[in-house]
């Protein structure tokens, strides 16, 4: 009867060293491997979020600048400002 025992034990622990090691094992790096993969599809999106943003960022930059060297140009053409009204006319209040 304990020759039975033992083999049962020994039949438990060939099992568990040759079948439920290893699909542990094997579990826990393909768990990692998932992480990995996306990590690196996360990274890659932020990349190319950040890239967009760069050209959005650049795009507004230039047209600020077109528009601002225009008004400029316009400022420069311009004639002077004319007073218009007396200062006769203005009333000074305290």
Known sequence: MEASV????????HFVLGIGLPSLLLGYLAFRGIRNDTALLEKERLGKHQGISQRIIDSVNDEISAVEAAFLDAMA???????RIPTSCVRWTI
């Open 6 to 13: 033992d083999r049962r034990r020994r039949i438990l622990l």
């Open 77 to 83: 053409d311009a004639p002077p400002p004319v007073n």
